[in-house]
């Protein structure tokens, strides 16, 4: 009779833990799913703002070229100016 108990309890013992890994499995399962459904929209929404950033970059790059460029028209033309004024007085 005790083997028939000790038999009975380590049976039940087993396939609770079967059971209790099964229902862990499904709900981490599920956990899991939507963390990685969530990262996923979130990795889509990063790349967006990560080309969204380059554009900017790219605009700010071509303003100060273009500024860079007018700086040196009017430094270059300014300095010639001054030059040639100062060529005059001189001669």
Do not use: C, W
Request: proline share 1%; net charge positive.
């Amino acid at each position: 009779m005790m083997i028939l108990e000790t038999l009975f309890d380590v049976l039940s013992a087993s396939v609770g833990a079967i059971m209790g890994a099964v229902f862990a499995f499904y709900l981490n399962h599920k956990r899991n799913k939507s963390l990685a459904t969530k990262l996923i929209v979130n990795r889509q929404t990063l790349d967006k703002i990560k080309l969204e950033n380059q554009s900017l970059l790219k605009q700010i790059q071509d303003k100060e070229n273009l500024i860079l460029q007018m700086q040196m028209q009017i430094l270059g033309e300014n300095p010639d100016a001054k030059k040639k004024k100062t060529k005059k007085k001189n001669a």
